[in-house]
C-alpha cells in the first residue's frame, strides 16, 4: 500500500508534454495521475496491432480548434472506426466554406439573435455560417448521390461527401475529408438530430425513393467487431457516441483499452456521467482491461494527449 512516494513536479526550460505528463504519472495527483495513465493506454491501444480501434467524440468541440487535433488524427490513421453525432458534421462542414468566431459565455442572448448570432458557450456561428451554407452546398452533392443510387449508411453517405469536398481550399482542415481519404468509416447513430440530417430529410422531400439506411452502419460495426482480437476506444463525452461505441464491444466480452473523458457527473445515472467501472458490470469493458476515466475539459486534455503521444 506505501509501496510508490508521491514526487513533486518540477517544470524546467525545454521541459517537453512528454515530460510532463511522465511527472503526473509520480505526482499522485488527482486528474493528473489519471491524464498520465491515459496516456500510457493511449500509447498501448496505439502500438497494438491486433486492436481494432474506435475514436467517439460529441459535436460541439467540433466548433472549437480541438477539430484541428481530431483532424490530425484521423490523417494519420490512428483510428480504425469514428463514432459520433450529426454536429459533428455540421461544424466540420460549415467550417470548410464559412469561419466560427472566438466569443464570450457572459452575452446578450437576446441580442445575438437579432443579429442572426447562434452562441454555442463562448463561439459565435452566425446563421450565414451555418444551417443556410450547409443547405447550398449539401443539397446538390445530396443530388449527386441519389443519381448513384438511392440508399445509403450513415458511414456511405458522409464519405460521398468528403470525396465530394476534396477540390474544396479548405478541404483537408475536415475530418469528413481524411476519413474519405483513408477509408475510416464515420458511423452517425442519430443521423437526423442536426442540420446534416434536416438536409436529407429536406432532400428527400423531392426524391421520395432516397434512404438512408441505419442498420447497413450496424452490419459494418458486426463484421468489424467480430472479427477483432482486441479492441480499444478513445470516448470523448458521453452521449449516443460513447454508448454506440461501447455497446457493440460488448459482443466481443468488452474492450481491452478505454480511455473516456468527461465533464458529467455519475450520481445522477446518466451515461455521461458513468465511470468505465460501471461499463465493466454491463460486459462492455472487459474487467482486466487497460481502462480510466478522466475528468476534465477536451478542449484541454485532447491536445496535451496526442502531444504527449508523438513526443
Known amino acids: 500500500m506505501l509501496g510508490k512516494i508521491v514526487e513533486d513536479i518540477h517544470i524546467e526550460k525545454g521541459e517537453t508534454v512528454s515530460d510532463l505528463v511522465t511527472q503526473f504519472g509520480n505526482a499522485g495527483g488527482f486528474t493528473a495521475k489519471k491524464f498520465s495513465q491515459a496516456a500510457t493506454i493511449f500509447k498501448n491501444m496505439q502500438n497494438d496491432r491486433e486492436c481494432l480501434r474506435f475514436f467517439s467524440f460529441t459535436a460541439d468541440i467540433i466548433s472549437t480548434g480541438v477539430r484541428g487535433v481530431i483532424k490530425d488524427m484521423v490523417k494519420n490513421k490512428m483510428f480504425d472506426v469514428l463514432i459520433t453525432t450529426c454536429g459533428t458534421l455540421d461544424h466540420d462542414l460549415a467550417r470548410v466554406w464559412k469561419d466560427y468566431y472566438s466569443g464570450t459565455e457572459i452575452s446578450d442572448d437576446a441580442k445575438l439573435k437579432e443579429e442572426g448570432i447562434n452562441r454555442l458557450y463562448n463561439i459565435f456561428i452566425p446563421n450565414d455560417s451555418y444551417g443556410y451554407i450547409l443547405e447550398e452546398k449539401l443539397i446538390p452533392i445530396f443530388k449527386r448521390a441519389a443519381e448513384s443510387k438511392k440508399e445509403y449508411s450513415t458511414s456511405e453517405i458522409i464519405a460521398f461527401v468528403g470525396e465530394s469536398i476534396a477540390n474544396e481550399k479548405k478541404a483537408e482542415d475536415s475530418i469528413v475529408y481524411w476519413a474519405w481519404k483513408n477509408g475510416i468509416p464515420i458511423i452517425v447513430p442519430g443521423i437526423t438530430d442536426g442540420s446534416f440530417g434536416s438536409q436529407l430529410w429536406m432532400y428527400s422531400q423531392k426524391d421520395k425513393d432516397f434512404r438512408i439506411n441505419v442498420i447497413s452502419d450496424e452490419d459494418l460495426l458486426a463484421e468489424k467487431v467480430f472479427k477483432a482480437k482486441k479492441s480499444g476506444a478513445l470516448m470523448l ?37 458513468a465511470k468505465l467501472e460501471e461499463a465493466v458490470s454491463w460486459g462492455k469493458v472487459k474487467p482486466k482491461a487497460e481502462q480510466v476515466t478522466v475528468e476534465g475539459d477536451v478542449t484541454v486534455l485532447l491536445p496535451m494527449l496526442l502531444a504527449s503521444y508523438i513526443g
Open 237 to 273: 463525452g458521453g452521449g449516443i457516441s460513447k454508448h454506440h461505441t461501447i455497446w457493440w464491444n460488448q459482443f466481443k466480452s468488452g474492450l481491452d483499452y478505454a480511455i473516456y473523458m468527461t465533464t458529467a457527473v455519475d450520481w445522477d445515472g446518466s451515461l455521461s456521467g
